[in-house]
């Protein structure tokens, strides 16, 4: 293991250890145990909600800062440098204990409200992230508007004292659960890319309404978003007018790097979690020396293994480079393509290794493993095209990574 560097990352280690004993809920130790599968969302509707005992284990990081440990003090984050947030995350990964919060505030938002919002809206919002008391959704994609991004057509109108969206949005990931959404919208119809803002909608506005669309794995956490004559104030723009396009980009290299860190041995969103070499020796048995019988499933299975090593390497050194300069860089467009083929080689080694009980919807016939693994390799299908589509990533990589010449204008 690295050395993290002197005594005082020791000493820091030895607090982070003695706190997560003292306060990690005594019913998270077990695996088993179950939470209200949204309670790890946070938001308004979990305000006065401390029961759930994930409820109160994202409280009580927060209270710290260590939902967002790395965000200055001063906005209710952990201040920590980046030595001590790693050692935060070591000792949480080797105490197994869940992860306190999952947000698009922390993920996303967080860090470019760091980068472009006023003090007024760092105020405003960063807080409120950190404590989990308002859960955020993205509104970018538009039905004309996917990969060619910058073809959004959402108008947001200056009236004077108010701004007033009209338009609508499509795939906006648990719309009809999140409080507000961060939203690009056209500020100016004569020019393309300089012609978007980046505005902050709070979604119990009049106007505001979503439909939710069901997905190929049977879950619906997705939705159509449409504005009629929302008002928004003058402070919901972030930066300049007509300035969002650079902030989109900017929030894009930020989801893509932790949409890749998500991948692992769960497989990404969706997947059966464990070792798929021992998952697929249960079902297609043993050689004489104890291997998996299947020799081909054994060597593919393999290399997908590698390829994970591989990309948990690849994961960290970019993670290294960013914290190193200013944060992300096109290199996550890197990881956001390999994490994607690693999860949907995985979903489908997983099902081939069930066989037959590997195909299953629902119903007794299957167990919850077996059904989970059906679902979590169609919900993998997604990957490929979540945060920007395989091919728009490889173009990515091609123009601001590897400086190929510039024959696209995609996101
Ligand atoms: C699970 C999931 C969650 C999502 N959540 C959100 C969300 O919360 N908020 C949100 O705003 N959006 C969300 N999206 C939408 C996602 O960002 C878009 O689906 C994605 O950007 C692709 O856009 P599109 O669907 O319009 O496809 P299109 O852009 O129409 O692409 C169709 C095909 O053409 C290819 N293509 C397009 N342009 C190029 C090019 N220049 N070079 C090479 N190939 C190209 C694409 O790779 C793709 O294969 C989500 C999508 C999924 C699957």
Redo the contacts with the bound molecule.
Sequence with gaps: MADFGGGDLEAFRAEVRAWLDANYPADLRDPAVRTDPEAIWGGRAFAGEARDPQIAWMRAMAAKGWTAPAWPAAYGGGGLSPDQVRVLEQEMAAGRHRAPLAS?GVWMLGPVLLEYATEAQKREHLPPIVKGEIRW?????E?G?????AALATRCEDKGDHWLVNGG???????DKADWCFCLVRTDTARKHAGVSFVLIDMASPGVETRPIA?ISGES??CETFFTDVKLPKDALVGPVNGGWEIAKRLLQYERQNISGGFGEAGG?GGVAGDLGQIAKAYAGEDATGRLADSDLRSRITRNRMDFACLRQTIGRIAAESRASNGPNAATSIIKYAAAAFAQERGELMVEAMGHQGLGWGGEGFATPEIVATRGWL?SK?NS????????N??VISKRVLGLPDL????
């Design positions: 698009f959704c993205q509104g970018y994609s039905p508007a996917g990969s060619d991004l949005k499509i795939w906006t990931s648990f719309a997905l956490p997705f969103a919900r997604g095209i979540e945060g920007g589509t395989s091919e728009v490889l173009n696209t204008a995609s996101r």
